[in-house]
């Protein structure tokens, strides 16, 4: 993530037997789930893990920004929900 603590961090769950949903099956395609209003660059901050004795069951994962035409601007949040199908 942003420093040492969310890296350990994500690299423990992992380790765990945790994995990211999105890039079990995205693999390393960009998706952002939040923009900073000050630069407006954009991040992928929002995840779902999976045990990887159920990853198999994973059928689609997508990030959704809940408005009519997939736009950001408009959404309810400034974050995008993760939707995850098993």
């Not at 993530?1 to 079990?24: K, P, T």
């Not at 630069?39 to 901050?45: A, D």
């Not at 990887?52 to 929900?81: C, F, N």
């Amino acid at each position: 993530m942003f420093n040492a603590e969310g890296d350990a961090w994500m690299d423990g769950l992992h380790a765990a037997g945790w994995i990211d949903a999105y890039r079990y099956l995205h693999g390393d395609r960009r998706a952002y789930t939040w923009y900073s209003p000050n630069k407006g660059n954009g991040f992928r901050l929002d995840h779902a893990f999976v045990h990887e004795s159920l990853v198999s069951r994973v059928s689609r994962v997508r990030y959704d920004w809940a408005t009519a035409d997939g736009a950001r601007h408009g959404a309810p949040s400034d974050h995008a929900a993760i939707v995850v199908v098993l």
